[in-house]
């Protein structure tokens, strides 16, 4: 893992779950960890309710954009972590991958969006703790 660790979410349409979960990783970690997001059928704009339920937190996403999932990305980052939709990552070793199965907020409003937007905000906790409580060990070599 690179000094400052990066993560990729990525859900088919790179318009809701993966989005929010950028959005919280954005606001909880700050410059500590790079963040991407990637679909591998990105939608034209981001989920509305996504936006709306994000904003009653106080995280603007709305200004973000659907990005199609690319090799380079997979490879860029240090955790890759797919949102419950089954998506085909690339697989490159030294990387990890985690699957979060999450409701699909897709075609739903703002009420039952809320509860995936708080579950993904758990995670994030959770995620961030993990990437940022790792000490380097110093441990001697012996010969």
């Not at 075609?107 to 961030?128: F, M, N, Q, S, Y």
């Amino acid at each position: 893992m690179t000094a400052r660790p990066s993560v990729l979410f990525v859900c088919v349409h790179n318009a809701g779950r993966s989005q929010m979960a950028a959005g919280w990783l954005r606001e909880l970690a700050g410059d500590r960890i790079e963040v991407r997001s990637a679909g591998s059928a990105p939608a034209d704009s981001i989920n509305p309710a996504a936006v709306e339920a994000m904003a009653e937190v106080g995280i603007e996403i709305s200004h973000q954009k659907p990005k199609v999932l690319t090799p380079e990305s997979v490879q860029a980052s240090d955790v890759v972590i797919t949102m419950g939709c089954g998506d085909a990552c690339p697989y490159y070793t030294g990387k990890r991958y985690e699957d979060w199965k999450l409701e699909d907020p897709a075609g739903k409003g703002v009420a039952e969006v809320r509860p995936v937007r708080d579950e993904i905000r758990t995670r994030i906790e959770e995620l961030i703790g993990s990437l940022l409580s790792r000490e380097p060990l110093d441990i001697p070599v012996q010969s």
